[in-house]
């Protein structure tokens, strides 16, 4: 077996071409919708990964202008940009401080304007499950734009049910990293699709149960090691930024499981392209969409 690379560039073009569709029909008077992204660092991955973003939203008809701040003037920024009516969405490139203090200043971006969807308001939101914002039911809620990029690639992977009605009732995920950014809220959503979620960081494992039976997911302290979560897993995701990394390698996960690389250092060993069915080296592309296609929704939901 040669494991499928799928390229997220590929799938990134179908939501572009929607967004794009949106964009048009939420302009007015000819204005732009604009973001305005905020950046700490000259150079480095949150430097790269701003041009990228620059690029993509270029391409769906949005301005993205990236404002270079010093750590302590992040704050008055953020107050700035929120207050600003030329402004539709804020996109925070980090890190800027640690990661306490990034947290904190998450909290002070206006949730109608968060395109990252990472603002406690959404977040709440997510770990209840509940995925309107309205009791009409005709707003979703934000969800954070790099998870919701990763459960989009693995949809087009092929990840689906094999036991019952929820759409991921059967399905057994192993996720390498339990951050605010990625693995915790990925987690989420994987499990409030009906997966069984082994979550693994530095302080140990947590398990995602599924919300079957129940309005949303449950998360309770586990025993699984690396060795047996790999080893029952259907989807591996791996978002370890460390060069240290132990990758993962093919003799560790099941046949035919489909992989996920979204760290700035690879976790995944060559040998796992002999054993997985397939293979997503990269993310990017499809969250820079889906962060622009959560502009468009906050856009619709902000008018009416």
Same mark, same amino acid.
């Given at each position: 077996m040669t494991a499928t690379v799928l390229d997220p560039s590929v799938v990134a073009k179908?939501?572009?071409?929607?967004?794009?569709?949106?964009?048009?029909?939420?302009? =007015? $008077?000819?204005?732009?919708?604009?973001?305005?992204?905020l950046l700490a660092q000259q150079t480095g991955p949150a430097a790269t990964y701003a041009r990228y973003?620059?690029?993509?939203c270029r391409s769906v008809g949005i301005e993205l202008d990236v404002l270079h701040v010093e750590v302590d003037q992040v704050a008055p920024a953020i107050a700035a940009a929120n207050l600003d009516p030329e402004i539709d969405g804020i996109f925070l490139y980090y890190p800027f401080l640690d990661r306490a203090e990034d947290r904190w200043l998450r909290e002070l971006v206006d949730p109608r304007k968060d395109v990252e969807g990472l603002h406690s308001f959404w977040s709440r939101l997510l770990?209840?499950?509940?995925?309107? =914002? $309205?009791e009409d039911r005709t707003a979703r809620a934000i969800l954070p734009c790099t998870p919701l990029a990763i459960l989009k690639l693995l949809q087009h992977a092929g990840m689906r049910s094999s036991a019952g009605p929820a759409p991921l009732e059967g399905?057994?995920?192993?996720i390498f990293n339990r951050s605010d950014l990625v693995g915790r809220p990925l987690a989420a959503m994987l499990a409030n699709d009906?997966?069984?979620?082994?979550?693994?960081d530095v302080t140990g494992t947590l398990d995602f149960e599924p919300a079957i039976g129940r309005r949303a997911h449950d998360v309770r302290e586990s025993t699984v090691d690396r060795t047996e979560a790999l080893a029952a897993a259907d989807v591996v995701i791996s978002a370890v930024p460390s060069a240290s990394f132990e990758l993962v390698r093919g003799d560790e996960i099941k046949a035919g499981a489909i992989c996920v690389d979204v760290?700035?250092?690879?976790?995944?060993?060559?040998s796992v392209a002999e054993r997985a069915s397939v293979f997503v080296p990269r993310v990017g592309p499809l969250t820079i969409a889906m962060a622009t296609r959560n502009l468009a929704r906050l856009v619709r939901m902000r008018r009416g």
């Open positions: 179908a939501y572009r071409d929607e967004v794009r569709r949106d964009v048009a029909a939420l302009t =007015v $008077d000819g204005r732009p919708l604009r973001i305005r992204g973003a620059q690029r993509g770990y209840e499950n509940q995925r309107f =914002v $309205d399905v057994t995920a192993c009906g997966a069984r979620v082994h979550s693994l760290a700035e250092f690879t976790n995944f060993d060559a």
